[in-house]
């Protein structure tokens, strides 16, 4: 596994490792919310860092490392496994069964603590999410909770145009690239994943 803390830049500052193929993705801090009733839950986003599909957004109220690894596997069995998987330092991400899983599979980048711009693009992404769906909604349930952030990560898919994607959505942009390319076979490597 190649656990690093930060790739160096050409001036020895910290930047996160670029991929240029698709199926990456990037890990990410968890965000966290209230229901109605004053419990917390977490949501866990999964990103694909080439075509800026988010893959996943997956809520509980309790999210750990070996419930990361399995929505990993879930990913890996629909799409392919991420060369790269990028995220921050928190605890369901530096788990034993996180570790475990990335071992000999994946490259997984670990940001500076307390370097957030080291993963701009997802922390934009989460920004999005809070500001356009989270802060509007006062959810009473987790099933609740998930159908609306399914349908907000539907639209953010399929519906809204990103001009870093050439004016196409990221679910047009990925359909095109797959067409242009060969689809990894099972089993093999692709690019990185956000989480």
Known sequence: MHNERCMSGSEGECQKPTTATPHGA???????DTLSDG?????????????RE???????TSLGGVRVVRELERLTFERALPETVVSDNGTEL??????RWATR????????????????????????????CLNEHVFTSLAEARAIIEHWRYDYNHLRPHSSLGALTPSEFAALKREETTPPQKGELT???YL
């Open 54 to 60: 988010c893959l996943a957004t997956v809520l509980d």
């Open 105 to 132: 599979r994946v490259a997984w980048h670990y940001i500076e603590p307390g370097k957030p711009a080291q993963n701009a693009f997802i922390e934009s992404f989460n920004s999005k999410l809070r500001d356009e």
């Open 26 to 32: 990037d890990a990410r801090p968890l965000l966290s």
């Open 94 to 99: 530096t788990s034993g069964a996180v570790l």
């Open 191 to 193: 690019g990185g994943l």
């Open 39 to 51: 419990r917390r839950f977490r949501i866990l986003c999964i990103v694909d860092d080439y075509s």
